[in-house]
């Protein structure tokens, strides 16, 4: 079992290793599955009640595809999700000395040498002591490569490709990481300060920042023009402030305008009413890609169908509108960030 946060490196891991064993000649390949996106029975298989017919299951079919003697390369079935009482207690005696899957047709199916049994999970919250005690398990903190890589990784991609929109791109980059977070320490202030509606670690929030600064400077690739420092960090403060707080309340949005702020980021002019009185802050605005300054989210004008269904009607506000913009720049990204490094975007 590879144990540890998302974002902390257990799927390149495996990847480096089976990746590197196949290189010095013993050929190995990793079958995933989420047991959780589907029912026990569906894992395993099941018995139709009315015809007697038994339905194989999703983990069984894996395990006979996998457990093949003819197979001339070495299989890892990886179950990539939490693990619980409710799929994992089955596999007992898969676990142990055995290495048999028994399934409720009686039917056993052993494991060959050329399988192996691997997971892929957050936590061993639920896992009971059994099935804890017949695994090895590595446990990867979430300090071991923290998010700092997924930086320098951003920079260096852009760079090599040759995509990017000023060629000082990367030294901006690092100025603005070490000016809002790096310097002040901020992902310590906001597990000390903040309350966020659902916690995500540091590196899926630095991973969706990329993610929605690449994607808002494609305006600029695509007509191949560049922009200058000022323009890159108010991108930067616009990707920053939806990554770091789209999961706050008004109250904690209004301390992150602040402490960006105090820092010295390139606000929009808000008047002191608007934001005493209005509650108006930063996530209120977008940059202008033609005329490159801030401008607050307006919803469209609302034109009534014909036909009128009112269980359909979809009446834009400026937090749909907003939403929307987001949903919609981050669809548009490739699958893919990396071909090279097998990294999904």
Known sequence: MTVGPVGCGKTTINNILTDALTAIGQPHKITR????????QQMYGVMNNVTGEWIPGVYSQIWKKCNDRKNKYTSWIQCDGPVDAIWVENLNTVLDDNKILTLANAERI?????????????????ASPATVSRCGIVYVSESDLNWEPLIETWIKDRVESKIYCNPEEGTWMNDCINKFIAKKDLFI????EYVYVMSTPPVVRISQMLNLLTAVLMHYLEKQEHIDKKTFEMYFIYCFTWAIGGLFETEEREKLQKYIESVGGPLPPISAQKISVDKETVFDYYVDPNSKTWKIWEAEQWV???RMAFSQLLIPTMDSTRAEFIIKKIANLPLMRSEKRKEPG
């Open 33 to 40: 599955m989420n047991p959780k996106s589907i029912t026990g």
């Open 304 to 306: 009534p169908p014909k």
């Open 110 to 126: 052993p494991m060959t040498d050329n399988c192996k049994m691997t997971f892929e999970v957050g936590n061993l919250d639920n």
């Open 189 to 192: 202030q906001l597990v000390k």
